[in-house]
């Protein structure tokens, strides 16, 4: 079983800056894939920034605000968002396709979630 806990999330007002963070825990072998998706009340869950191997991909709305990136040692994501709006407001998910063990076939997790609310 793989756990993801997402931390960072909160209130901050529009122009400021928040670093969310997504730790993986349990049976990894490897991650091959870590992203962040958002979703808002009575909204769809879209993708917000997503890191594999050798690429990294952003929503239009959030480039060249947010950055995306790994520790794969510590099996960790994180998302630096700078110059907040409150079009940003929402629960952000972490999610990672992770391999268990050598033998096993890739799975997909989801964290609990994390607030994050921009004022304006």
């Known amino acids: 079983q793989v756990q993801l806990v997402e931390s960072g999330g909160g209130l901050v007002q529009a122009g400021g800056s928040l670093r969310l963070s997504c730790a993986a825990s349990g049976s990894i072998f490897s991650i091959n894939y870590m992203g962040w998706y958002r979703q808002e009340p009575g909204k769809q869950r879209e993708l917000v920034a997503g890191i594999g191997s050798d690429s990294t991909e952003y929503t239009d709305s959030v480039k060249g605000r947010f950055t995306i990136s790994r520790d794969n040692a510590k099996n960790m994501v994180f998302l630096q968002m700078k110059s907040l709006k409150p079009e940003d407001t929402g629960v952000y998910y972490c999610?990672?396709?992770?391999?268990?063990?050598?033998?096993?076939?890739?799975?997909?997790?989801w964290g609990q979630g994390t607030q994050v609310t921009v004022s304006s």
């Open positions: 999610y990672a396709v992770v391999r268990p063990t050598v033998a096993s076939a890739e799975f997909r997790y």
